[in-house]
């Protein structure tokens, strides 16, 4: 289940630039290292049209957390190493390595995303998308991350959202919005009630 939320196909046909592609790449690395923390409204759907909004926060290194709306009984926290999967409603939780999710890319700003990541064409000068991969671990998925040019952020880019696919070909689409850039967050943002031994929210 949990799956679906972070994998994602190509918002549009994958299709390398030419010699722009370098500079490009370089900025969504810049924009990228830049970061250091970010909150987002967001809106999640995924392959079979069911949307569901929440918040988004995220601060490196290694830490970010989906919110979802109230009457909907999940959370998806990242700390400490692992991405986090927690289902309140029947008090399930799962756990593995984010490197081996593609939101890892989000997270580790050491990681040069020009040795597993590219350009694909948006037929929109304002718009940089990267598709990125682990061609070693398919079963890691894909993500294709969405930037609006902006010179207010950082890198001068904003990241407007992403797709991702996994191993499946499950597919889901994530969109930002209200971004804020470099505001204070507690890391108490990222602590969850374990509802295996305890009640939920």
Do not use: C
């Not at 190493?81 to 890319?105: E, K, M």
């Not at 597993?116 to 998925?141: C, F, I, M």
């Not at 001068?156 to 804020?180: C, K």
Request: hydrophobic residues 40%; aromatic residues 8%.
């Amino acid at each position: 289940m949990i799956r679906y939320a972070f994998a994602l196909a190509a918002v549009v046909a994958p299709a390398v630039l030419p010699a722009q592609a370098t500079g490009d790449l370089a900025a969504v690395q810049r924009h990228l290292q830049a970061v250091e923390t970010m909150t987002a409204d967001f809106s999640q759907a995924d392959r079979n049209g069911k949307v569901l909004t929440g918040t988004f926060t995220l601060k490196k290194p290694g830490k970010l957390r989906f919110q979802y709306e109230k009457g909907v009984p999940i959370l998806i926290v990242a700390e400490g190493g692992a991405l986090t999967f927690i289902d309140y409603s029947v008090r399930q939780v799962q756990r593995w390595p984010i490197r081996n999710s593609p939101l890892g890319v989000l997270l580790d700003p050491s990681r040069d995303i020009t040795r597993y990541a590219r350009l694909v064409q948006t037929g929109n000068d304002a718009v940089v998308s990267v598709e990125a991969n682990d061609p070693k671990h398919p079963e890691y998925g894909k993500i294709t991350l969405i930037f609006a040019r902006s010179a207010a952020a950082p890198g001068g880019l904003a990241l407007q959202g992403w797709v991702a696919l996994d191993s499946q070909n499950n597919r889901t689409t994530i969109r930002l919005t209200n971004q804020r850039f470099g505001v204070p967050v507690s890391d108490q943002t990222f602590k969850w009630n374990d509802p295996r031994r305890s009640s939920p929210r």
